[in-house]
């Protein structure tokens, strides 16, 4: 059985799609969910779909990190880690690949509309869950099927 029979073989042309396509990646919300909203923000940028108010959601229930992460842009030492969830804000809903994420579970949020904040997130490889595979395969097939460009995106150790 084929599990993406229903998708274009030459890429993704709805949101839905995308949506599609990412949410049936093993793990993808358990240390990929960066590296899906970058991919759902660039699938968009690309077919001109972002708004004013496209940006990122980054949550946390550790206060640690958040406050951590929140001192980035006055701090030049800050290394920024993950948060618990990456989800974009786009056209007035909080999404990941699941569909609609209700933000409220987490105690600390970060908006943020910088696209390089959420790659230096992502490229702070030791601190994402491992379980999901970040090899170059399945960084390289996400960016052949939604047609976009990730190769700033760092992968597990073992691949660099």
């Known amino acids: 059985m084929k599990l993406f029979s229903c998708i274009r073989p030459r890429g993704l042309k709805t949101f839905d799609e995308v949506l599609y396509f990412l949410s049936h990646i093993e793990y993808i919300n358990r240390g990929g969910c960066g590296i899906s909203t970058l991919a759902m923000y660039r699938w968009l940028k690309k077919h001109g779909k972002t708004t004013e108010q496209t940006a990122f ?6 206060y640690n990190n958040h406050n951590n992460n ?3 842009h006055t701090n ?26 209700p933000i409220s579970d987490y105690s600390y949020q970060i908006f943020e509309k910088s696209e390089g ?12 869950n491992r379980a999901f595979s970040r090899s170059k395969d399945s960084i390289a097939n996400i960016s052949k099927r939604l047609g976009i460009d990730l190769s700033d995106i760092d992968l597990e150790d073992d691949d660099l």
């Open 70 to 72: 929140s001192q980035y």
């Open 76 to 101: 030049e030492h800050i290394v920024i880690k993950a948060s618990s969830h990456v989800v974009l804000f786009h056209n007035d809903q909080t999404i990941d690949c699941d569909g609609f994420k």
């Open 117 to 128: 904040f959420l790659v230096a997130m992502i490229n702070n490889v030791q601190s994402w």
């Open 57 to 62: 959601y980054f949550l946390d229930n550790d």
